[in-house]
């Protein structure tokens, strides 16, 4: 397999929260873990991921003292489906995150 990756990817273990955006009717929201990240995308882990093509909001908790979140728009590049888990990668829209926490969090 060639690698395309284009950015160095960070093995994390972090909290994520996605949403579907507006563009996608169904009110899709699930929680996750987060396995790897870099500057233009992200490896999740998902009880159940939405389908390739979806657009969505990424919510990332930091592992910070607080409650620091970091929002990123993306859009499901692939889903894969492993014995204990389902993966699915992400492109982020932009490199730059807004830092605010999930509707529904305190």
Do not use: C
Not at 29 to 43: C, K
Not at 60 to 88: N, Q
């Amino acid at each position: 397999m060639i690698e395309r990756r284009r950015a160095k990817r960070f093995q994390v273990d972090w909290q994520v929260r996605v949403e579907a955006t507006e563009d996608n009717k169904g009110g899709f929201i699930e929680t996750g873990v987060l396995r790897n990240i870099s500057s233009t995308g992200a490896l999740l882990f998902l009880p159940k991921p939405p389908s390739a093509g979806t657009k969505v909001d990424i919510y990332v908790r930091l592992p910070l003292k607080g409650k620091k979140w970091m929002k990123y728009p993306a859009h499901v590049v692939r889903v894969e489906r492993g014995i204990a888990a389902v993966g699915a990668a992400v492109k982020f829209e932009s490199a730059r995150p807004d830092f605010r926490m999930p509707l529904g969090t305190v």
